[in-house]
């Protein structure tokens, strides 16, 4: 089995934050300070360390014990690793006092490849489906005790899953009937049993697996979080850069963005453009893999990054 993982977009999110101009013109009487929100396997921050200085300082996060074991052996003392939520990363740093943010929402290639993380309709394992195993409940225990309406909620909201009630239905009478599901395989065959249209070339439990693991590990909360946690922590001039892999992901960092790159003002109201207040963000691009990334590495195709830049006028 290939436990090897290739991050995406790799090039690019660290000449995205490498070009910004803080870190362009920063000396080692003011050192650089980069955070890395989702360590993974080490890919993206291993290439940032190669890119910075020996004065800088750089934080990554994450909250799989696994990718922490793996962080842990690089030896080198400008990095400092956490184990935590990137949600939490203006408990590690002060406010404008960071120079490139890079948030990588992807799921690593091992946690999917590993059958016991439960990640996997492919491949027989627990129903656990927890990026931090030592904390919540896994997706088995969860699917033991929610109602019907909180299971068909989960899987259409976070998974855009049209048999979503049916679904929800079937685990509901195979817990009732002694048996709901505990392994992945079981569950993606009683998946594969109520869902009989499908996309072309995509599994019928692909939707609601997505579904339990993004509210199993309050994916799309801690998002939202660690966008504020950023837009707070970067300095004027600093550079964010986020790589999301699926629609609800990529709304909300777009809006985000977007809600913060522009002022509203009421329609009529006579305010001259010289006189708006400044926005916090200058949008700096959207970039997508290559067609030579995405045959290297199919998990790939669905990413988008999207750049953005705290103003220099802003006010934190």
Known sequence: MNLSHRPVLLAEAVTALISGPLIQKQTAENPIVVIDGTFGRGGHTRALLKELPSSARMISFDKDLDAIAVAEKINDSRLTIVHDSFA???????????????????????????????????????????????????AAQWLEQAPLE?????????????????????IVAKREA?????????????????????????????????????????????????????????????????????????????????????????RGLPVREKDLPQSDLEIIGRVKPSDHEVSENPRARSAIMRVAEKRMEAQA
Not at 151 to 167: D, L, M, P
Not at 184 to 208: H, W, Y
């Open 88 to 138: 939490q990363m203006d408990q590690y740093a002060q406010a404008e006092s960071v120079d490139g943010i890079l948030l990588d929402l992807g799921i690593s290639s091992p946690q999917v490849d590993e059958a016991h993380r439960g990640f996997s309709f492919r491949r027989e394992g627990p129903l656990d489906m927890r990026m931090n195993t030592e904390h919540g409940l896994t």
């Open 178 to 266: 002694g048996s709901c599901p505990k392994t992945t395989m079981q569950l993606a065959s009683l998946i594969a049993s109520v869902v009989q249209t499908r996309e072309v070339g995509q599994d019928p439990a692909t939707r609601t697996f997505q579904a339990l693991r993004i509210f199993i590990n309050h994916e799309l909360e801690d998002l939202e979080l660690g966008l504020k946690a950023a837009l707070k922590l970067l300095k004027p001039g600093a550079r964010l850069a986020v790589i999301s892999f699926h629609s609800l992901e990529d709304r909300i960092v777009k809006q985000f963005l977007q809600s913060h790159a522009r002022i509203e003002i009421p």
């Open 150 to 170: 909180e299971i068909t909620h989960v899987i259409k909201t976070y998974g855009e899953e049209r048999f979503a009630f049916q679904i929800a239905k079937a």
